[in-house]
């Protein structure tokens, strides 16, 4: 089929995309780093992320050769997989790889020149930190695009069986990019948090030392650790979250207008891309207005990135518009107003995680007055915010699911085939609209960590106190970015999670046709799996409540969130005991280093990290890949389909629980180190910092994974569909 002109902007914005941030990482570059003691401090700091990272890349090429192998003999040996995927499977993998690897780079680069521009005012720093971070969201998707971009080509040229296929099949390099996410997520994660929880209960608790002081002997793999799991980890995730939508969306638009016209259905096939495409150009735009001026409050701060952002997703929203109304979709109308439903969802749970989260509002203020009485009432506070603060976001997603499913199918609430595919479709492009301005969202996120490296850096070279309360003024600040940016991300998992469930009904429908099996369709007669609607399909496999089989999927779905938070909580706790006796170690038998005049054993810090996490990150993350296939094999197709739902419910509300409450714990702390009940070092502050050791793992380990998780899982079930027919 010929593709349209209009297509070739997609593989334009990608080179745009890559060519800004080359652009941005040149320029932060030639940005001085500072003394050579700050030189020597950063240099630390990226030779450990660097080592922990290669060594990661070695554990997960294991399981990318085994699961390789496993669809070759799917694909070539069984025949019930198209033969395209081992490959698309492979390059997933490898671009969701290098756009964390680049990320990570340019921080371990950006931190230094951060807390030395620092220095000079409160603009200067804040510009090298988010435009550093601008490297790593414009690195996403301009790798994104350039994936789909290629395969959609390729796939036009050699697979001649439709659209359909096409787009099922670059379905597979989604779950190469979920894979490596997930792996990237659990191993940073596990990391950071070992590192951190040692650096806090022996060095700001039993010690009394400050944050990031140079005699704590795990303070350089807790920077290391910023960097493997809040940037690599995230630039990782986001990076499947991204291309999920897109390619859900474009295999739905695939399947919904099928009997429109080849023309119709490939432009619905490529919209989703163009949003994307356009949404590059005006990420841009905001991220060029993000400044501010000197003595911010973090009032001042949050502005500015959010008139960046805000702007990006306004007029993202107004060029929806037009992109659907040129290429002539039917009720194009409707649909550019599904994509605002997913804007508009974005912008309102951002605002709600910053609510939850910042303490410039009650909820962490409350936690941080929590702590004169103690440790325990700020833990039972801070748990009681994380879960509260699930309603918004929850309600918030149910309405955008309503709204961009009735928007997309003019309002029909008749269930038939058309309305249905239609609706599903429509909840797809929400998603490529939630996700659409990514290049300056995923910059306020990745913002973060770099600001929290640049204050680890001006500690431990004693820039000053003027340049560290600069330095804590941008830290605080991408605590409450990075908390809005696990927001979110967990929306929009919700949202590109329900297209993936549609996305799965076509493939099976695709590999019950490759196997040569009928079905019964509603009306009793016997058809061909390709001609079967929606509801053909549910009525055979027999998909709703009084099934056993979906009660079952869905319980295990849901628990299925709660053992995978469990294992990697407990992973981060074995971890952070290690470290925590190496700290007490050194303390105790290196002599001088409390008084300053010794030097601690980074290094060794750092090794306890990297093996944890190499160790650790195993089995929950191949356990994900396991439950889907085992699921589909002992229970069928409606036991997938429950596992799915019952994964998506539980997994997102207890992901939005454990991110906001870990955040708001991290604030509350930050809230006492700026003055309040009492300031450092006193009783309310010990107790917030316990706290916020109990968060750590909570927002940067357990929850923000789990977003990944329930899409794995959808992910997974897909590429397995042939199994699943063939032997359930």
């Not at 603009?123 to 998707?141: E, H, N, P, W, Y």
Request: aromatic content about 8%.
């Amino acid at each position: 089929m010929n593709i349209p002109s209009v297509f070739w902007l997609v593989p334009i914005a990608s080179i745009v995309a890559l060519s800004m941030a080359y652009y941005f990482f040149r320029s932060m570059m030639k940005a001085d780093e500072g003394t050579p003691r700050m030189k020597e401090i950063a240099l630390y700091v990226r030779k450990g992320a660097m080592a922990y990272l290669w060594q990661q890349y070695k554990v997960v090429l294991i399981v990318f050769v085994v699961l390789c192998v496993l669809f070759t003999f799917m694909a070539f040996g069984l025949n019930v997989q198209n033969r395209w995927v081992p490959f698309a499977f492979l390059t997933g993998g490898f671009f969701s790889g290098l756009a964390g690897f680049f990320g990570m780079k340019t921080a371990t680069y950006a931190s230094a020149r951060t807390a030395n521009a620092a220095r000079e005012s409160l603009d200067a720093g804040l510009k090298i930190a988010f435009r550093s971070g601008a490297v790593m969201g414009l690195t996403v998707v301009g790798l994104g695009l350039l994936d789909i971009a290629v395969w959609f080509v390729v796939l036009n040229r050699f697979d001649h069986d439709g659209l359909i296929s096409i787009t099922t099949t670059m379905l597979t390099f989604g779950m190469g990019a979920s894979t490596q996410a997930l792996f990237a997520r659990v191993g940073g994660g596990i990391y950071t948090k070992a590192a951190d929880v040692g650096a806090d209960i022996v060095g700001k608790v039993e010690a009394d030392i400050p944050e990031d002081d140079p005699r704590n002997p795990a303070t350089i793999a807790d920077n290391v650790g910023d960097n493997v799991g809040d940037v690599a980890g995230m630039g990782a995730d986001l990076y499947e979250s991204y291309c999920g939508s897109v390619l859900s969306t474009a295999a739905l638009g695939a399947a919904a207008f099928a009997v429109a016209g080849l023309d119709i259905q490939l432009k619905a096939v490529i919209a989703p891309m163009l949003i994307a495409a356009v949404g590059v150009f005006l990420s841009l735009l905001g991220i060029f207005l993000v400044r501010t001026k000197e003595g911010a409050t973090m009032k001042d701060l949050l502005r500015s990135l959010s008139l960046g952002t805000n702007v990006s997703a306004i007029l993202i929203a107004i060029a929806t518009f037009a992109i659907l109304y040129l290429l002539g979709i039917e009720n194009w109308l409707g649909l550019s107003f599904s994509v605002i439903s997913g804007l508009a969802a974005g912008v309102i749970i951002g605002q709600a995680t910053e609510y939850y989260t910042s303490h410039s509002y009650k909820p962490t203020q409350k936690i941080s007055e929590a702590g004169q009485t103690g440790a325990a009432t700020v833990i039972i506070k801070g748990i009681g915010t994380g879960m509260i603060s699930t309603c918004i976001p929850v309600i918030t997603i149910g309405v955008a699911i309503m709204l961009s499913y009735l928007c997309a199918n003019g309002f029909d609430l008749s269930m038939t085939s058309e309305s249905l595919a239609h609706g599903l479709y429509g909840i797809g492009i929400a998603a490529v609209g939630m996700l659409s301005t990514l290049g300056i969202t995923l910059a306020t996120d990745a913002y973060g960590p770099i600001a929290d490296n640049a204050g680890g850096n001006a500690e431990m070279s004693q820039l000053g106190e003027e340049v560290r309360h600069r330095t804590d003024a941008l830290d605080a600040l991408g605590n409450t970015t990075a908390a809005t940016g696990k927001g979110f991300a967990i929306g929009s998992a919700a949202l590109t999670a329900l297209a993936l469930l549609a996305s799965y009904i076509e493939e099976i429908k695709i590999a019950m046709t490759r196997a040569g099996q009928t079905l019964t369709n509603v009306a009793g007669d016997v058809i061909e799996a390709s001609n079967a609607t929606i509801p053909d399909f549910m009525n055979y496999y027999q998909v709703n409540l009084m099934n056993p089989k979906v009660l079952v999927g869905a319980f295990i779905g849901a628990m299925a969130a709660f053992l995978f938070c469990g294992m990697t909580m407990e992973a981060v706790g074995r971890a952070a005991e290690k470290m925590v006796q190496e700290v007490r170690r050194q303390f105790k038998e290196i002599a001088g280093i409390l008084e300053g005049t010794g030097t601690p054993d980074y290094g060794r810090c750092v090794e306890i990290s990297t093996k944890a996490a190499q160790h650790e990150m195993i089995i929950p993350s191949v356990l994900a890949i396991i439950i889907p296939i085992l699921v589909g094999i002992i229970l069928g197709v409606a036991g997938v389909l429950g596992l799915l739902v019952g994964g998506l419910a539980g997994g997102f509300t207890l992901a939005v629980f454990m991110a906001n409450a870990g955040g708001a714990w991290d604030n509350a702390k930050k809230n006492i180190e700026e003055g309040n009940f009492g300031g450092k070092g006193s009783f309310a502050h010990k107790a917030c910092v316990v706290g916020d050791t109990v968060g750590d793992p909570f927002k940067d380990t357990s929850g923000p994974s789990l977003n990944i998780l329930i899409k794995l899982m959808s992910m997974v079930s897909i590429v397995m569909a042939g199994l699943t027919v063939a032997f359930s």
